[in-house]
Nanobody, 123 residues
Framework: VQLQASGGGAVQPGASLRLSCADSGRTFIQYVMGWFRQAPGKEREFVAAVGRSARRSYYKESVRGRFTISRDKGKNTVYLQMNSLKPEDTAVYYC?????????????????WGQGTQVTVSS
């Protein structure tokens, strides 16, 4: 599994961004895919995860209803659509792959990580 994240940027509050994370390997479907974020001076935190079949997903409470995680099996890519962005969403966002359960929320449960993409929300 080799993950490459992209799509970050600097936007104003209320704007939208879509993050993408492509897996160059051939085992994409075997993994739960998640997004985490880390703000300056804070620990990395869970944002969202989507199951192997894409039928189920979980979200951090503060992003539920604003963010949507999805995956495209044909493109080996997972997305994070972020709407109504707030300054507190500012962080480096990381995609990750887990061989464990969808319900796992700890970064320690994830086996593979992308390089991170910066999201800055500021007026």
């Amino acid at each position: 599994v080799q993950l490459q994240a992209s799509g970050g940027g600097a936007v104003q509050p209320g704007a939208s961004l879509r993050l993408s994370c492509a897996d160059s390997g051939r085992t994409f479907i075997q993994y739960v895919m998640g997004w985490f974020r880390q703000a300056p001076g804070k620990e990395r935190e869970f944002v969202a995860a989507v199951g192997r079949s894409a039928r189920r997903s979980y979200y951090k409470e503060s992003v539920r209803g604003r963010f949507t995680i999805s995956r495209d099996k044909g493109k080996n890519t997972v997305y994070l659509q972020m709407n109504s962005l707030k300054p507190e969403d500012t962080a480096v966002y990381y995609c990750a792959a887990s061989s464990g359960a969808l319900e796992d929320r700890s970064s320690a449960d994830y086996n593979y990580w992308g390089q991170g993409t910066q999201v800055t929300v500021s007026s």
